[in-house]
């Protein structure tokens, strides 16, 4: 520590300085002494005199080395390898130390005390040019309480979400008891947080050094200049014995995270003195309680989705709804997903509304592919309308020794019966679903007879000029339009 009482174990050597020749003049001493910062005191000052203190620990005629008793409690360790220069540690803190070396003295005096200091010495021997050897040294000190001081911080973080919802269309057009499969997402976001319940609290501990009790009159906490209630567990005046301690705790609310200090003070009565101590407060590694860190997600329709906690947040949920009406008419298909906070309960919620629209006046059409798809077989949904067959997805279809649902999962090939197969197969599932097929009546007529009267391999037979074989072509293109929504009553959704 140096002169302000500000560093532990400064450096404050003194320089060696050396004569010159014979008429050089020799060094000031007290110049010298106030170089370095240095009190110099003629003759052989002691503590008392100095006002530097109400004990003195005094090392006469040395050595200057070891572990020194100061008192029952405390101790002051020494070290001088020359007998010039020495450096010195203490368990209680020091208001001045006197180095005492020929007919004077240097006085190191610590401001705010201090516990230790290296590279120090006598004053300058004029005649030498170095310092003196060490005669004795000198410890000046009082006994104060020793007052030390906790603040732990911590508060309360509440995290916010959002959610949103998504639906892949916005409108559907349907038929009656057709299955549609309606993909969702759900998204489910962490937009920010808020702070609260900003709370300090900890402990001031009261320490005697002294080797007799002190008298505690009064232990006081100022937060921000007002005192704040300590539990001690006593009542004051308290006799604080030698070497024991007093523990009082406290706990303390604030508006916010702003930076502050915290003082305790401790007053006593008696030659033990009191003390203080100023720590900062800060939150800057503050212990947060987080509320509402992970969120529970539903479906009105599905169910639970899943959790979403703030490290992997967004949670994104995609899942299909099969969207089905049994009857004509105008509808809005509603779904809505909501999110709960697991502490706190705070909910949100987040609806995709669909218009469906189930036409009344000959219905609408569907593609081959989704006849394909909806049977019994799968792999999509089913579609009843296959039961409305004579035998279902097994009628054998006409003179193909294959059952309706073989034919139309059958690849054409470049087979013009095949080409045929698919649209018709799929025009008289729209018809048995409730599509309006005037538009196209004669061309399903004309179709069925071609396929009763023809097998797949006389048709795979004809040659490319065969008006046949262009009439299977021209009848499947009037049907394929009519399940694409091209002629007759429009296409459905699929």
């Known amino acids: 520590m140096n002169r302000s009482g500000l560093t532990l174990f400064s450096l404050a050597l003194v320089p060696l300085l050396t004569v010159g020749c014979a008429d050089a003049t020799p060094p000031d001493p007290q110049l ?9 005191v003629a003759g052989n000052p002691d ?39 020495f450096d010195w540690s203490t368990s209680l803190p020091i208001d001045a130390v006197i180095a005492k ?13 201090a516990s230790g200091e290296v590279g120090l010495s006598p004053p300058i021997n004029p005649n030498t040019g170095i310092p003196y050897e060490i005669s004795h040294l000198s410890f000046c000190f009082d006994y104060e309480v020793q007052v030390r001081k906790s603040a732990a911080t911590s508060f309360v973080r509440t995290h916010d979400w959002s959610i949103q919802k998504t639906a892949e269309h916005t409108g559907l057009t349907l038929s009656a008891g057709q299955v549609f499969p309606e993909g969702y997402r759900v998204t489910v976001e962490r937009v920010g947080h ?71 003070v401790v007053t006593t009565s008696g ?7 100023t720590v900062p407060v800060s939150f800057d590694e503050a212990l947060i309680e987080h509320r509402d860190e992970c969120v529970t997600v539903n479906d009105d329709r599905t169910g639970e989705l899943g959790t979403v906690c703030v490290d992997g947040a967004p949670g994104v949920f995609a899942y299909t709804l099969g969207i089905v009406y049994s009857g004509c008419g105008e509808y809005v298909f509603d779904n809505t997903a909501t999110f709960a906070g697991l502490d706190t309960g705070t909910t949100a919620s987040a609806t995709a509304s669909l218009a469906v629209s189930v036409p009344c006046l000959g219905g609408c059409t569907l593609t081959p592919g989704y006849w394909k798809t909806h049977s019994s077989f799968g792999p999509a ?45 799929a025009a008289t599932l729209n018809r048995l679903a409730g599509a309006d097929v005037s538009a196209v009546t004669e061309f399903l007529q004309e179709a069925e007879s071609l396929l009763g009267t023809y097998t797949p391999a006389q048709v795979a037979s004809l040659r490319g000029s065969s008006p046949v074989r262009a009439r299977f072509v021209a009848l499947a293109a009037v049907l394929d339009a009519y399940n694409n929504g091209l002629i007759g009553p429009g296409h459905c959704d699929e």
């Open 32 to 40: 010298a002494a106030q170089e370095q910062g240095v009190t110099y």
């Open 47 to 85: 503590c008392a005199s100095l006002e530097l203190g109400d004990f003195e620990f005094k090392i006469d005629g040395g050595p200057f080395q070891g572990v020194f008793a100061l008192d029952s409690l405390n101790t002051v360790t020494v070290t001088s390898p020359d007998g010039i220069h």
């Open 101 to 113: 070396g020929g007919p004077n003295a240097n006085v190191y005096v610590y401001e705010d005390e």
């Open 194 to 264: 808020a702070d609260s319940d900003f709370q300090v609290e900890g402990l001031v501990e009261v320490y005697n050094p002294a080797p007799f009790d002190a008298t505690l009159l009064g232990v006081e906490d100022l937060f921000e200049g007002a005192s704040i209630p300590l539990a001690c567990g006593v009542s004051f005046p308290y006799t604080l014995a030698s070497g024991t301690s007093l523990s009082c705790s406290y706990q303390v609310p604030v508006a916010d995270a702003s930076p502050r200090t915290n003082e305790a």
């Open 271 to 277: 030659i033990v003195g009191g003390g203080s101590v």
């Open 381 to 425: 949904p089913y579609d009843d309308t296959w039961s409305l067959l004579p035998g279902a997805e097994e009628t054998p279809f006409f003179l193909s020794d294959l059952t309706w649902y073989e034919a139309i999962w059958t690849s054409p090939k470049g087979n013009a019966y095949f080409v045929l197969v698919h649209p018709y197969v």
